[in-house]
């Protein structure tokens, strides 16, 4: 497939100046995390298998003070910038990004109840700042991550519902921009026309940021695609990363091999045919040094896969139905299929799934994908923090 035609700004890489704040960043993190009994990050230490199997249940502490924002530390060039793709990120905003999602992650789940968090400082942290959603496709995690993201660090939203407002009547998707960038701190905007984000970011007087653009990019799930890899495995670096379904149109996967690319991986791409991953993608990934392959089989790019990134096949993207049924069906993870997987290795998919994954295979300890959906909103809490230029 031709890349979109309508040319998406990419975020600049920033020059880097406060590289010596950004390792106190990283220092900051890690000592708190060491007062609650959580390892050190960067490339993060290999877990056990046991980490697999769910959420610590070691004993509840009682939480350091945590300050309300770290001082010195908006250097990593996010602050006030609008996110619209992955391409241009570096490593080290990435552990920026990764570092302070772990503390928020670490902060809620060791807490009973929540309330002692919100009592601190880092919960309060966007006291006063409003997020403007405004969703011109459906969605329920990215939606509804981004509004507890927001709520848990102690912000509020405003949302443009496009069913009840002036869309309706013919109103531009500038317009409707202009507006909501005048009620609130920052603009979350999902769209189903590629570019369509770019064009509101060029008359948003606020920070936009991308949660899907048609079958262009996606890249707060890649984020959040990563993030997971790293909780699960404990590195991204000399993994085999299996990309399943349909992969022409599917935002997240375009988003997450741009993202890998910063990371010494393969990938594996497996679709139906007429839905393989589009040529400006994988043109990308070679520049870039990245080894790939295309297999027809899924049981044949398995076995020594550590990342299976399954998506489903995308009804709405296609013309029609005759043509969607006959791309479903080819990949179906099932309890059988995964006793040709590796026992050290992980299933992700950016959800939500149809028959690409049985249900029975969800007690798997393997089946990631519930975890990875949860990690989104720790994600999208820091990167909200860090454009609000909290963190």
Not at 122 to 128: Q, T
């Amino acid at each position: 497939m031709p890349p979109p035609t309508v040319t998406t700004p990419q975020l600049a890489s920033p020059s880097w100046k406060g590289a010596q704040n950004i390792h106190r960043t990283s220092e900051l993190y890690s000592e708190m995390l060491m007062e609650l009994g959580v390892g050190d990050f960067g490339e993060r230490k290999e877990r056990p298998a046991s980490r697999l199997k769910g959420r610590d249940t070691s004993p509840v502490r009682p939480l350091p003070a945590i300050p309300s924002g770290l001082p010195g530390v908006t250097s990593h060039g996010l602050q006030g910038e609008h996110f619209l793709s992955v391409q241009g990120l570096s490593k080290d905003q990435l552990n920026h990004i990764f570092n302070l999602a772990q503390t928020f992650r670490v902060c809620i789940n060791k807490e009973r109840p929540l309330e002692h968090i919100l009592k601190t400082g880092m919960a309060k942290l966007l006291e006063g700042k409003l997020m403007a959603l405004m969703f011109y496709e459906v969605s329920t995690r990215t939606h509804c991550s981004f509004q507890a993201a927001i709520q848990r660090l102690g912000g509020r939203t405003v949302t443009m519902d496009t069913n009840t407002s002036s869309v309706k009547k013919g109103e531009s998707l500038e317009d409707s921009v202009m507006m909501m960038s005048g009620y609130a701190d920052v603009v979350v905007i999902r769209h189903p026309e590629p570019g369509a984000v770019a064009r509101a970011a060029a008359v948003s007087r606020r920070p936009v940021i991308n949660a899907g653009d048609g079958v262009g990019e996606h890249p707060t799930q890649a984020l959040l695609d990563v993030f997971a890899i790293r909780e699960e495995i404990g590195t991204v670096n000399g993994l085999i990363i299996t990309m399943v379904g349909d992969l022409k149109h599917g935002r997240t996967v375009h988003s997450l091999a741009r993202l890998l690319t910063l990371y010494n991986v393969q990938l594996r791409y497996v679709s139906p045919p007429g839905l393989g991953m589009p040529d400006y993608i994988t043109q990308f990934a070679t520049s870039q040094g990245i080894h790939q392959e295309e297999f027809n089989s899924l049981e044949a790019a398995l076995p020594d896969t550590d990342v299976l990134y399954m998506t489903r096949i995308q009804k709405e993207r296609f013309v029609t139905l005759e043509d969607y049924e006959r791309a479903c069906g080819h990949f179906i993870v099932t309890p059988h299929l995964m006793t040709r997987a590796k026992r050290r290795m992980i299933v992700l998919h950016p959800l939500p799934r149809n028959q690409e994954i049985s249900t029975e295979f969800d007690t798997d300890p393997r089946a990631a994908y519930f975890r990875q959906a949860e990690g989104g909103m720790y994600v999208r809490m820091a990167l909200l923090a860090m454009v609000l230029g909290k963190c």
